[in-house]
């Protein structure tokens, strides 16, 4: 029985000698590294905004009266002058013939008074009355062609179309809408910015928007002009930036998000993952040559694009851990990985030999 209990602690023995030597020999953690590069970080601030048409009207109907004329299709395309609709003119062409006839009469009549006033057969009175009947009856056809010419709408600037809501034939009131014209060439962004935010935005800025439809296109514009006063309900300024937009892909009412570049740098990077946060410490692992990974404190900035910016803390090039961090401790030996060290020393022989 002695014996046996002997037995026992003997082989007890052995196997924790065993278990120190296998923990002695676990192979150092494979870990990714990269080294640490510059790139281009922008500060942003961020807002939405409403797009607005360049320039956008609606042409209603000076008068009541029948449409006789529409010279256009839906979303057509106009340029500036373009006679748009044409309203019945004939009780003012039958006007403006009945006062140009009287023109001609008062002009013809003041040709002989003054030929008679020359020649001592009309007084200076005669002559004048007969000067104002004529600039009376030049009047009255002046404004016998004002009248037709209210009857004809046209496109103030180029630009599209809405869609067609009027039919020709149809009579319409004073005031009654005819058509949109849009120039949507470029865009009008509006859009809030605090007023904390004033002496971070100018005009000339850049910006970024995009729009819910085209998520993958970034529209790119500048801020035009700042509003000079301050909505004291929400405490914050309107700014438009100018988009231009070729291939008309943002509407009027677009509702965009908006990203104002501020204080663009060059400045060092490393991947997010490879950065370890600690209360208000950030902490990456650097791999020299020896392949020992140190922690080391770093101050950073801003991320972007799956990257995090270095301010201080780093050098351009140095390696850091960006895959396996959790693994490590200070001064720790690593292996990375597909490299030849990555498996461990008699790795292949033990697979044959299982």
């Known amino acids: 029985m002695f014996r046996t209990l002997i037995s026992l602690a003997l082989l007890g023995l052995a196997a924790c000698g065993n278990g120190e030597g296998a923990e002695r020999e676990r192979p150092a953690p494979v870990v990714s590294a990269a080294p640490a590069t510059t790139m281009r970080f922008v500060d942003a601030i961020k807002a939405v905004g409403t797009a607005r048409a360049n320039e956008q009207v ?12 529409l010279n ?11 006679t748009i609709a044409v309203l019945a003119v004939s009780e003012e062409s039958a006007q403006l013939n009945e006062a140009q006839a ?33 600039a009376q009856a030049r009047a009255s056809a002046a404004g016998a062609r ?33 058509v949109t014209i849009s120039d949507i060439s470029q865009i009008k962004l ?27 296109q970034p529209f790119r514009g500048q801020i035009a002009t700042i509003a000079p006063v301050i909505d004291p309900a929400t405490r914050a300024v309107t700014v ?23 204080q663009p740098r060059m400045s060092l990077s490393v991947p997010e993952l490879a950065v370890i946060g600690e209360g208000d410490e950030r902490f990456v692992f650097v791999l020299g040559d020896d392949a020992v990974a140190r922690r ?32 490590l401790t200070d001064g720790m030996k690593v292996r990375l990985a597909g490299a030849r060290n990555a498996a461990p020393r008699g790795s292949g022989g033990a697979a044959k030999g299982g």
């Open 102 to 134: 009287r023109a001609r009469e008062a002009q013809q009549q003041l040709q002989r008074v003054e030929a008679l006033r020359e020649r001592g057969f009309a007084t200076q009175s005669s002559l004048d009355t007969q000067a104002a009947l004529a």
């Open 72 to 82: 256009f299709e839906d979303g057509d395309f106009v340029t500036r002058g373009q």
């Open 296 to 327: 080391t404190e770093v101050r950073t900035g801003i991320r972007s694009g799956g990257r995090i910016e270095i301010v201080d803390g780093l050098t351009p090039g140095q390696r850091v851990v960006t895959e396996g961090v959790v693994k």
């Open 190 to 216: 509006d859009f809030p910015v605090p007023e904390t935010m004033l002496s971070s935005i100018r005009p000339g800025q850049p910006i970024v928007a995009r729009a819910a439809a085209w998520p993958d």
């Open 58 to 69: 609606t042409l209603a109907a000076p008068v009541t009266e029948r449409i006789v004329r």
């Open 240 to 262: 438009r930036a100018v988009l231009p937009n070729p291939d008309r892909r943002l509407k009027p009412g677009m509702l965009l998000t908006v990203a104002i570049e501020t």
């Open 146 to 178: 004002a009248q037709i010419g209210d009857r004809i709408v046209e496109a103030p600037f180029s630009g599209w179309v809405s869609l067609r809501n009027i039919s020709r034939g149809a009579v319409v009131n004073a005031g009654d809408e005819i």
